[in-house]
């Protein structure tokens, strides 16, 4: 099955800097990677996705990019804020029945002031 | 809309113990799943069901078992709880076709003594 790594597990910034989040996934027929933001106590909720036939997508402060051939997608925060403050999760969708979403093992970011 | 709606938020169980997770979706969502989160370990999956009538594992679906009651219900059961289980339980839900993005619940913390 498919396998995602995260890395780093915790990401400390300072107000105002860039923070990058980086993601390798296992399995070349995934085709979708979204990105989840969860905040403390809350549920998760996507932020940003890409799909396999774009390069990088970006919304307002956040852009997510994708190297298919080294399995390798990113997430970039510029000009970070303290409700950035949160734990980041990637995922990448498996083709093929019930839309399975694998995530990685999350980063913790904070945004210090 | 209510989203995604599970219940209960809290559950304190001694080992050896059962019960059942609710999760029902209003979003007439094709795809329902049930993840647990634990510390460093991301979200894992323990079954999906991809349309109502079928149920499928995840990655960690031992100790557990479930039921997609009809289009929006999908309940997930602890036979005999063991402490292993002390988790937050999240239930989801998505389309299957196009995104894969998913909606979660707010999350059940059970704790197994």
């Known amino acids: 099955g498919e396998n995602v790594e995260q890395h780093p597990s915790t990401l400390s910034v300072q107000e105002g800097d860039s923070a990058v989040i980086k993601c390798t996934y296992s399995?070349?027929?995934?085709?979708?990677f979204p990105w989840y933001k969860q905040e403390l106590g809350k549920r998760p909720q996507l932020i940003i996705d890409?799909?396999?036939?774009?390069g990088e997508k970006k919304d307002q402060r956040i852009a997510v990019t994708l190297n298919k051939t080294a399995k390798h997608f990113s997430l970039h925060i510029t000009e970070t804020q303290p409700e950035d403050s949160a734990v980041y999760f990637c995922?990448?969708?498996?083709?093929?029945?019930?839309?399975?979403?694998?995530f990685g093992t999350g980063t913790q970011l904070k945004v210090e002031l | 809309n209510a989203g995604v709606t599970q219940t209960p938020k809290f559950q304190v169980l001694k080992t050896g113990q059962s019960m059942t997770l609710q999760c029902a979706q209003d979003?007439?969502?094709?795809?329902m799943y049930w993840y647990r989160q634990d510390p460093g370990m991301g979200l894992r999956l323990i079954y999906y069901?991809?349309?109502?009538?079928?149920?499928d594992k995840g990655e960690v679906p031992n100790g557990y078992n479930v039921s997609r009651l009809n289009k929006r219900e999908f309940s997930l059961r602890l036979e005999s709880a063991a402490p292993s289980q002390t988790s937050v339980y999240f239930c989801?839900?998505?389309?299957?076709?196009?995104?894969?993005?998913?909606?979660f619940g707010e999350g059940s913390r059970l704790t197994v003594l």
């Open positions: 989801a839900s998505g389309r299957q076709e196009d995104t894969g993005e998913l909606f």
């Open positions: 399995d070349s027929a995934s085709n979708y």
């Open positions: 890409i799909r396999s036939n774009v």
């Open positions: 995922a990448a969708k498996i083709t093929g029945g019930g839309n399975k979403l694998t």
């Open positions: 979003m007439n969502h094709n795809s």
């Open positions: 069901s991809a349309s109502e009538g079928t149920t």
